[in-house]
């Protein structure tokens, strides 16, 4: 049963912008604070952002004032608005609970910053 499903990953020259969707059940969103990871080839899975049920949000230093974390109770949808990008943001960018579960990692969706 798939519980998390993310998109919105493309191709985007250094400085530009995307926003990740990830559409989560009814029962995760409700429940659970959730975050965005990422990894990029060779390297860890890392976290990125997070928001709790409440709308508190943290980030890691690396996307600190250029992503933005954010959650849409109406559509049980998590968004990840990422500006300013640069080619170290490159990687599979994957949506989990906070703290992650592993029995809900999805296919991730690209995300590749590059001119």
């Known amino acids: 049963q798939v519980q998390l499903v993310e998109s919105g990953g493309g191709l985007v020259q250094p400085g530009g912008s995307l926003r990740l969707s990830c559409a989560a059940s009814?029962?995760?969103?409700?429940?659970?604070?959730m975050g965005w990871y990422r990894q990029a080839p060779g390297n860890q899975r890392e976290l990125v952002a997070t928001?709790?049920?409440?709308?508190?949000?943290n980030y890691a230093d690396s996307v600190k004032g250029r992503f933005t974390i954010s959650r849409d109770g109406a559509k049980n949808t998590v968004y990840l608005q990422m500006n300013s990008l640069k080619p170290d943001d490159t990687a599979v960018y994957y949506c989990n609970t906070y703290p992650r579960n592993v029995g809900y990692w999805g296919q991730g969706t690209q995300v590749t910053v590059s001119s």
């Open positions: 009814a029962t995760i969103f409700r429940f659970y604070g």
């Open positions: 928001i709790t049920v409440g709308g508190v949000t």
